[in-house]
């Protein structure tokens, strides 16, 4: 039996995981070694019933007792805390589904990898910061890496049986978020409800956000160069409202192979768990003649800063991607509070890499995980210092 292990199984990628795995014959066809979560105990802890899991685990220790008791009688260890989760990703797995928000999922899925294991990639900032360490483990451990996110799922498909030095630009599509719309004046007092409508796509709050701003898009530039190893200048970001077409890979020849789809989370995620065949899944069936149209514009930088930021990112690589994801996540905080408006938070972030490069290398080469993580931390405490100082002017 297949062993497997969602991380994040609470999550908005953890349930449409989960989903698929029951649908696929839950505990009778899989396996379950770990799933974890955070605050939503009673949730983790059904799933964990239902799959038989061999552990569940809280990210919280506070949550741990709560944990136990959802869990008694039921044969399912419980266990709480960052440690556990790394731990947890040190158990025995043939596939693992990394679908943690933020920088939190880089550990667990750099042990994952470290121990040979397929690992389902839906938790882009372990690529955007420390995309070249992931992928070094990954080789040297014979393990796999299949990308969950839409735009990378559709990328990696069209690449089947291509040669990557036919390849002449990837084509990245963005819905543009809630906000595409609104005038650009507007934007500056865009409220967190606002900012949540996202007209195609049900996601996680955060995510959601990054959405709007285009933050999301610029983590997926960077994911992009990172896990396909094309240059910055071969990477081309067009928003398609409809988000029909996930992404594109344009060829020497002038070939444009487009992975187009329902915008369901479940393609993704189903391609990488059965990988490299291909199953029914429970995705509505594309109908063209209903939709009729598929429109498409170029991004305009001045609206989304953030665009910009992640080009500047990938002329400096070495610890920048990490100092970037980790100031965007202090911006997002800010925002979810309410202290930040929606266009400072891209000024938040370019006002801590300005800062962090007076002050370091930040493209100096990654050692190791310590570097990327002491980065990580650094970045925070400046975001954090500069946030202050916006609020207080
Ligand atoms: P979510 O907020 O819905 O779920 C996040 C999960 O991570 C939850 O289980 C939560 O308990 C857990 N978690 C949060 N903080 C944690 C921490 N510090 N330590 C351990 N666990 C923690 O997020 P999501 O929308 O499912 O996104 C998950 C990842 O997948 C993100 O990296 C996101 O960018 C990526 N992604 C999501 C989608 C989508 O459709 N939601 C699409 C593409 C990529
Ligand atoms: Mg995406």
């Not at 220790?61 to 709560?66: D, K, T």
């Not at 429970?282 to 665009?307: I, Q, S």
Request: with cysteine.
């Amino acid at each position: 039996m297949r062993r497997i292990s969602i991380f994040g199984a609470t999550g908005s990628v953890g349930e449409n995981t989960y989903d698929l795995i029951c649908r696929e014959g839950g505990a009778d066809a899989f396996h379950t070694v770990a799933l974890t979560g955070g605050h939503n105990v009673a949730r983790l802890a059904d799933m964990a019933r239902t799959l038989r899991a061999e552990v569940a685990v809280t990210a919280h220790e506070e949550n741990l007792p709560a944990l136990r008791e959802a869990l008694a009688g039921s044969g399912v260890h419980a266990a709480a805390g960052s440690q556990a989760i790394t731990e947890a990703a040190d158990r025995p797995a043939d596939w693992v589904m990394s679908a943690i928000v933020g920088a939190a999922g880089l550990v667990p899925g750099m042990r994952a990898l470290a121990h040979g294991t397929s690992l389902a990639l839906a938790n882009k900032e372990s690529l955007v910061t420390a995309g070249e360490l992931l992928l070094a483990t990954a080789h040297s451990h014979g393990a796999t890496i299949l990308p969950v996110d839409s735009e990378h799922s559709a990328i990696f498909q069209a690449l089947v049986g291509e040669d990557l030095s036919a390849v002449e630009r990837i084509i990245l599509t963005a819905s543009g978020g809630a906000l595409r719309d609104w005038p650009m004046e507007r934007l500056a007092k865009a409220t967190l409800a606002e900012t949540l409508a996202h007209p195609n796509w049900s996601m996680g709050q955060r995510i959601t956000i990054d959405s709007a701003s285009m933050f999301n898009k610029a983590l997926e530039v960077i994911e992009t160069r990172e896990f396909f190893g094309v240059s910055p200048d071969q990477i081309e970001v067009i928003i398609h409202p409809e988000s029909i077409i996930h992404s594109m890979v344009g060829f020497h020849d002038g070939a444009v192979m487009a992975h187009l789809g329902m915008p369901d989370m479940r393609h993704p995620i189903g391609y990488a768990l059965n990988w490299p065949a291909r199953q029914r899944l429970p995705v509505a069936k594309l109908d063209l003649a209903a939709l009729g149209a598929l429109t498409f514009r170029a991004p305009d930088e001045t609206r989304y800063p953030a665009l910009r930021l992640a080009r500047e990112v990938m002329a400096q690589r070495g610890l920048a991607g990490a100092a970037f994801n980790a100031a965007k996540e202090i911006a997002l905080d800010h925002f979810i509070a309410g202290g930040l408006g929606f266009m400072q938070m891209a000024g938040l972030v370019e006002a801590t890499l300005d800062r962090l490069s007076s002050e370091t290398r930040l493209g100096n080469a990654v050692g190791g995980l310590d570097d990327v993580l002491a980065m990580d931390h650094l970045a925070r405490v400046r975001a954090g210092e500069i946030a202050l100082e916006m609020r207080a002017g």
